[in-house]
């Protein structure tokens, strides 16, 4: 059974950067899609960015695009999320989650991105609060 470990969280001022860590035990990471959410309270759960098992195909919701940055170690069984120019609308609860797969869905002729729900396997989570 693969289990997901976050960490890297903590409080930062704006403008600051974090890098957050999935780490997995139980299987090996190889062959498994890792994507990053957050929830902040009170709202419903985002998506932030997504790798695929190989690091070839990346994706970032539009609120993150050119600050964050998803990269992957399969050798040390982790995913990274470096997050740099943070803003207090960044402070939630990060998840990260994985499935096999990609990070897009073929679904009635078109593509999309995997929602929570199309995720297996999650982590408890990390707080990351940007605040000053």
């Known amino acids: 059974q693969l289990q997901l470990v976050e960490s890297g969280g903590g409080l930062v001022q704006p403008g600051g950067s974090l890098r957050l860590s999935c780490t997995a035990s139980?299987?090996?990471?190889?062959?498994?899609?890792i994507g990053w959410f957050r929830q902040a309270p009170g709202k419903e759960r985002e998506r932030v960015s997504c790798i695929n098992p190989h690091g070839g195909t990346t994706t970032y919701a539009d609120p993150v695009k050119g600050r964050f940055t998803i990269s992957r170690d399969n050798a040390k069984n982790t995913v990274y999320l470096q997050m740099n120019s943070l803003n207090p609308e960044d402070t939630s609860i990060y998840y990260c989650?994985?499935?096999?797969?990609?990070?897009?869905?073929?679904?009635?002729?078109?593509?999309?991105?995997?929602?929570?729900?199309?995720?297996?396997?999650w982590g408890q989570g990390t707080q990351v609060a940007v605040s000053s």
């Open positions: 989650a994985a499935v096999y797969g990609d990070c897009l869905l073929y679904l009635d002729g078109y593509f999309r991105e995997r929602l929570p729900k199309d995720y297996d396997y």
């Open positions: 139980g299987d090996s990471l190889d062959y498994y899609t």
